[in-house]
């Protein structure tokens, strides 16, 4: 182990612009082709939908910048789990890896669920057709999972396959409805006018309008894992967190005004396949057909990257004694991991199963990521108290502190507290499958004190 914590051999490569980019792809997903028609049901009215976004994009930064200095003050590899142990204790780090672990599976189920959205109704059928969604997003799953069953180099062939630029395709969105779109007759709807309108969203609509915001600009917390591969991480990675957010914000402040000009905020609330309402607009049948099929691949995209890199999550914990060494084992064959496959298609197929749709899988996400993300936050408190990279006399310190790091903890337990409301029997159940892994560590611990080590 390096003086700074990261493993010896580790050679840091990353540039600014190349860690930017890694920021916009874990960001940059399907929730901003599903999530509008919940934040514009939410708050209601042109003004308050736009500033949704814009809060979330100013939260993001704040966000962003927490991790940022995480990573800075503590680059170590391992990420959420050793920092959180670090700063706390093993259990709540255990408890927050292993309420990861399964929040993936519902994740990409969610993302599954969108994408079949999008193909049914490149086929036709609709958002009331006679095929639940669910139904296809368990079809692809099933299938994918199956071709990554058979070897490593078939999964990764078919990602090569499925992997579209989704910059490209939002750019060419905001593109059609900025410029191509005729504009929407009127962009603050008749039906909302009136007192209500005036009176705005109450704190209950901008939560939950936010709840939705945050799940689309969620993934860029995961950079802190990156700080042992950035050059000067201390210093540029800080640069590539602001950069990355920054152009995923103009990406989403740019798609979203195209939605409100040519649609309305009336129809964006009412739609929520907007991307291929919005493409109908601009350029009819052909091009709804054409948009809702590239965001199904794309959603299988990044559901068949899920699969290929949370399984290999699986086998460092288990080598780790994290979890049951089961699901290290590789197929000698095909490399493939048999256990770790099954346990991931657990993962995904139980909630599909039991929530089904998009929003009920949302609040199952966001409820657990919300805690999880201000659990994390809050060790920058820990990390500043102890000098933690201040020693070297290097460590990057981000503006605004304690206030804006504090704001963004009350943000995410505000989020959580609105799924814990609005959705109660899925908050309680994330809750349930997060203390599930108290006896597993407990197991975990106690296995590896009769091997002679305390790793846990």
């Known amino acids: 182990m390096a003086a700074d914590g990261t493993p010896e051999g580790l050679q840091p490569s990353l540039s600014v612009f190349d ?3 890694v920021v916009v792809s874990l960001v940059v997903g399907i929730g901003i082709f599903r999530t509008p028609a919940l934040v514009a049901g939410a708050v209601r009215g042109t003004g308050p939908f736009l500033l949704a976004w814009g809060i979330g994009a ?70 009331a057709g006679g095929v639940p969604p669910a139904w296809v997003a368990a079809l692809m799953l099933g299938v994918l999972l199956g071709l990554n069953g058979l070897g490593v180099r078939t999964g990764a062939r078919t990602q090569n396959l499925l992997s579209l630029s989704k910059i490209i395709l939002i750019f060419g969105l905001a593109a059609l409805g900025l410029l191509l779109a005729p504009t929407a007759k009127s962009l603050i709807p008749v039906s909302t006018a009136g007192k209500d309108a005036a009176a705005g969203p109450g704190l209950g609509g901008w939560l939950t309008a936010l709840t939705a915001v945050f799940y689309a600009y969620g993934g860029c917390q995961n950079t802190m894992n990156l700080a042992g591969d950035v050059r000067d991480a201390r210093l540029k990675l800080p640069r590539a967190v602001l950069l990355g957010v920054g152009i995923v914000a103009a990406l989403y402040l740019s798609i979203n005004a195209a939605y409100v000009r040519a649609l309305g905020t009336e129809a964006v609330a009412a739609s929520p396949l907007v991307a291929a309402d919005l493409a109908r607009r601009a350029v009819g049948r052909s091009g709804e057909n054409l948009v809702s099929l590239a965001i199904f691949l794309s959603a299988a995209g990044f559901v068949n990257a899920t699969i290929l890199h949370v399984p290999r999550t699986y086998l460092a914990m288990a080598e780790d004694r994290l979890l049951p060494s089961v699901l290290a084992r590789l197929d000698p064959r095909t490399r493939a991991q048999g256990a770790g496959l099954l346990f991931f298609a657990a993962t995904a197929f139980t909630p599909l199963l039991f929530l089904g749709s998009f929003e009920n899988l949302l609040g199952y996400v966001m409820f657990t990521d919300a805690l999880s993300l201000a659990l994390v936050a809050s060790c920058l408190f820990r ?31 505000g989020v959580a507290a609105t799924v814990l409301v609005g959705q109660t029997p899925i908050a309680l159940a994330g809750c349930a499958v997060i203390l599930l892994g108290i006896p597993l560590y407990v197991i975990m611990r106690r296995s590896l004190t009769d091997r002679g080590t305390t790793r846990c």
Not at 104 to 121: D, I, W
């Open 58 to 127: 100013a939260v993001a930064v704040v966000g962003g910048l927490v991790f940022a200095e995480i990573g800075s003050r503590f680059p170590r590899a391992g990420g959420f789990y050793k920092v959180v142990a670090y700063c706390f204790h093993p259990l709540p780090a255990f408890l927050l890896n292993w309420a990861q672990v399964l929040m993936q599976g519902a994740g990409a189920a969610g993302v599954a669920v969108v994408g079949s959205e999008y193909l049914l109704r490149a086929l036709g059928y609709g958002t």
């Open 19 to 21: 860690t930017a980019m």
């Open 383 to 413: 990390l500043r108290r102890r000098g933690e990279g201040d020693r070297a006399g290097s460590a990057w310190r981000m503006p605004g502190y304690p206030w804006l790091p504090a704001a963004f903890v009350l943000v995410t337990l």
